[in-house]
């Protein structure tokens, strides 16, 4: 789903893309109310909700990419921190689906779901004004004029516009004929009432069809674009969030199954994931406003996160008792809110001079494979051991591997250098 959202957000903005993911979740959650059948629900509970998310997410993701510079690590630490507070949506789930049954429950999520179209309505695009080569504002700081990506990486409408009509005037020039800025000045009346204009008019219309040409072939290359595999940052960035996505839900869901293995009462393994989520929350945050504080590279403190996430999880069978298995939870909290909060802030930087939307649709394409991988992995680890400790000992080693590419970044920036 990840490199369709990119070339529906190059394409038509992050505006309508956002949009277009909510009438997606919501309809999926409206047309489930009908559902019959299993195979039914995996389309209009799997397929469409999924779709729509990703709309969503990658939407919101590169916005805040744009409308924040100096504070990016934070700002994205705020925006996905409600996302450590999921735990409150199974109590939630729960009363609604006991007040007005399954069906009542998931129109009502619809419903919910609806108010995403006002907060999409706000991912308006950033008006960039130049003034004698200076510093260009926008609504996120100050940035640099001669910064190609502040320039063209603040509003993809506009920067598709102004290649457009680049492509256009070089065709139209080609064959002979005046540019945009040559036809539209005149006056409608003027070019209907007086003969030598209405050649404008035909002029019009040749470039209206030049101008779909454009955008038919600006989607082609947008769609068969390879020049990210060729950038070993790429690489280095995908490789990571591969297994660190592979490994992130494995704790997840074996958490609570864990502790009744070890005879811990239910109200008392829920208090894990609440715990959990909170700390999560809140380490976001910190997390995001170290990282802007720039003492160090960001995909260092990305790194140093992800060995100590593979170093809890390798020790997690260790933790047999309640308390053992609380101070667990939360050190693993702490260092898995740490390093998601610095996913986006970390690409931003290794993406460089690539579409951030690409960079991001594309890496995001194989961490999806590794989400869905990685629970049934583990269920199989349970099967064939009798026990969850290989689940976390499955997960601390993803963990660990995740980290191992970044430590070649600067490798790929010495090579980037020597052909520069």
Same mark, same amino acid.
Request: neutral net charge; proline residues 4%.
């Given at each position: 789903?990840?490199?369709?959202?990119? &070339?529906?957000?190059?394409?038509?903005?992050?505006?309508?893309?956002?949009?277009?993911?909510? /009438?997606?979740?919501?309809?999926?959650?409206? $047309?489930?109310?009908?559902?019959?059948?299993?195979?039914?629900?995996?389309?209009?509970?799997?397929?469409?909700?999924?779709?729509?998310?990703?709309?969503?997410?990658?939407?919101?993701?590169?916005?805040?990419? !744009?409308?924040?510079?100096?504070?990016?690590?934070?700002?994205?630490? $705020?925006?996905?921190?409600? +996302?450590?507070?999921?735990?409150?949506?199974?109590?939630?789930? !729960? /009363?609604?689906?006991?007040?007005?049954?399954?069906?009542? =429950?998931?129109?009502?999520?619809?419903?919910?779901?609806?108010?995403?179209?006002?907060?999409?309505?706000?991912?308006?695009?950033?008006?960039?004004?130049?003034?004698?080569?200076?510093?260009?504002?926008?609504?996120?700081?100050?940035?640099? =004029? %001669?910064?190609?990506?502040?320039?063209?990486?603040?509003?993809?409408?506009?920067?598709?516009? #102004?290649?457009?009509?680049?492509? !256009?005037?070089? #065709?139209?020039? !080609?064959?002979?004929?005046?540019?945009?800025?040559?036809?539209?000045?005149?006056?409608?009346?003027?070019?209907?009432?007086?003969?030598?204009?209405?050649?404008?008019?035909?002029? &019009?219309?040749?470039?209206?069809?030049?101008?779909?040409?454009?955008?038919?072939?600006?989607?082609?290359?947008?769609?068969?674009?390879?020049?990210?595999?060729?950038?070993?940052?790429?690489?280095?960035?995908?490789?990571?969030?591969?297994?660190?996505?592979?490994?992130?839900?494995?704790? #997840?869901?074996?958490?609570?199954?864990?502790?009744? *293995?070890?005879? &811990?009462? &239910?109200?008392?393994?829920?208090?894990?994931? %609440?715990?959990?989520?909170?700390?999560?929350?809140?380490?976001?945050?910190? %997390?995001?406003?170290?990282?802007?504080?720039?003492?160090?590279?960001?995909?260092?403190?990305?790194?140093?996160?992800?060995?100590?996430?593979?170093?809890?999880?390798?020790? =997690?069978?260790?933790?047999?008792?309640?308390?053992?298995?609380?101070?667990? *939870?939360?050190?693993?909290?702490?260092?898995?809110?740490?390093?998601?909060?610095? $996913?986006?802030?970390?690409?931003?930087?290794?993406? +460089?001079?690539?579409?951030?939307?690409?960079?991001?649709?594309?890496?995001?394409?194989?961490?999806?494979?590794?989400?869905?991988?990685?629970?049934?992995?583990?269920?199989?680890?349970?099967?064939?051991?009798?026990?969850?400790?290989?689940?976390?000992? /499955?997960?601390?080693?993803?963990?660990?591997?995740?980290?191992?590419?970044?430590?070649?970044?600067?490798?790929?920036?010495?090579?980037?250098?020597?052909?520069?």
């Amino acid at each position: 789903k990840g490199p369709l959202v990119a &070339i529906i957000c190059d394409i038509f903005g992050e505006k309508t893309t956002s949009i277009l993911g909510t /009438f997606l979740v919501t309809g999926g959650y409206l $047309i489930s109310s009908w559902a019959t059948s299993i195979p039914f629900l995996c389309v209009t509970m799997g397929l469409l909700p999924g779709l729509g998310s990703a709309f969503l997410y990658q939407a919101a993701a590169v916005v805040t990419t !744009k409308y924040f510079k100096k504070r990016l690590a934070l700002s994205t630490a $705020i925006a996905r921190s409600g +996302m450590g507070l999921t735990f409150l949506l199974a109590p939630f789930t !729960k /009363f609604l689906i006991d007040l007005y049954d399954w069906t009542g =429950a998931l129109i009502l999520f619809g419903a919910i779901t609806l108010n995403l179209v006002p907060s999409s309505m706000l991912l308006r695009p950033i008006h960039i004004k130049n003034e004698n080569n200076s510093d260009t504002k926008d609504e996120g700081g100050s940035l640099s =004029a %001669s910064d190609p990506e502040a320039l063209c990486g603040t509003e993809t409408t506009y920067c598709n516009e #102004t290649q457009e009509s680049t492509i !256009k005037d070089s #065709t139209m020039q !080609k064959a002979g004929q005046p540019s945009k800025s040559l036809t539209t000045s005149q006056n409608q009346s003027e070019e209907l009432n007086n003969g030598p204009n209405r050649k404008r008019l035909l002029l &019009i219309s040749n470039e209206e069809s030049y101008e779909k040409k454009a955008i038919l072939w600006s989607c082609k290359q947008k769609l068969f674009d390879i020049s990210l595999f060729r950038n070993p940052f790429f690489y280095i960035f995908t490789w990571s969030f591969l297994l660190s996505q592979l490994a992130y839900f494995i704790p #997840t869901f074996h958490l609570v199954a864990r502790a009744k *293995t070890l005879d &811990i009462d &239910i109200m008392d393994a829920s208090y894990l994931v %609440s715990v959990a989520g909170i700390t999560e929350t809140v380490s976001q945050i910190i %997390s995001g406003w170290v990282a802007d504080q720039n003492w160090i590279k960001k995909y260092h403190y990305h790194k140093s996160y992800l060995i100590l996430c593979g170093i809890t999880n390798l020790l =997690a069978p260790l933790a047999t008792t309640f308390p053992l298995l609380m101070t667990y *939870t939360i050190f693993f909290a702490i260092f898995a809110g740490g390093y998601l909060a610095l $996913i986006l802030p970390v690409l931003v930087d290794l993406s +460089m001079n690539s579409t951030v939307h690409r960079f991001l649709g594309l890496a995001g394409f194989f961490a999806g494979m590794a989400i869905l991988a990685g629970p049934p992995i583990a269920g199989w680890l349970y099967d064939y051991t009798q026990t969850y400790t290989g689940s976390f000992y /499955f997960s601390g080693i993803c963990y660990l591997l995740s980290s191992v590419s970044f430590f070649f970044v600067p490798l790929a920036e010495r090579w980037k250098n020597s052909l520069t």
